[in-house]
Nanobody
Framework: QVQLVESGGGSVQAGGSLRLSCAAS????????MGWYRQAPGKQRELVAV???????NYADSVKGRFTASRDNVKNTLYLQMNSLKPEDTAVYYC???????????????WGQGTQVTVSS
């Protein structure tokens, strides 16, 4: 099986920074796209950033210029550097990865358990 474990969430004041990490482990043959999603109370989960296996990134308009996604394909780890944080960034942040396990012919989406980010004004 494949596990995704996020870390790095916490509480910060507006204008501050946090760095999230998501480590993938288990029976991994190949990881394709990886991404960060977030869900605020009472709202639907939304895409924050996605990064291809080759490093191409796409961001939600609300975080462009403030957040940077990156990945280490050797460590199977995804990162999200969040700068100039705003109260509206408060949410549970989830890691997602499209993973092909060993001895399996197709890839499947896996999710982490989520990490809370709270930004106070």
């Amino acid at each position: 099986q494949v596990q995704l474990v996020e870390s790095g969430g916490g509480s910060v004041q507006a204008g501050g920074s946090l760095r999230l990490s998501c480590a993938a482990s288990g029976s991994i043959f190949k990881i394709y796209a990886m991404g960060w999603y977030r869900q605020a109370p009472g709202k639907q989960r939304e895409l924050v950033a996605v990064i291809s296996s080759g490093g191409t990134t796409n961001y939600a308009d609300s975080v462009k210029g403030r957040f940077t996604a990156s990945r280490d394909n050797v460590k199977n780890t995804l990162y999200l550097q969040m700068n100039s944080l705003k109260p509206e960034d408060t949410a549970v942040y989830y890691c997602n990865a499209n993973v092909q396990p060993f001895a399996v012919s197709r890839a499947t989406d896996y999710w982490g358990q989520g990490t809370q980010v709270t930004v106070s004004s």
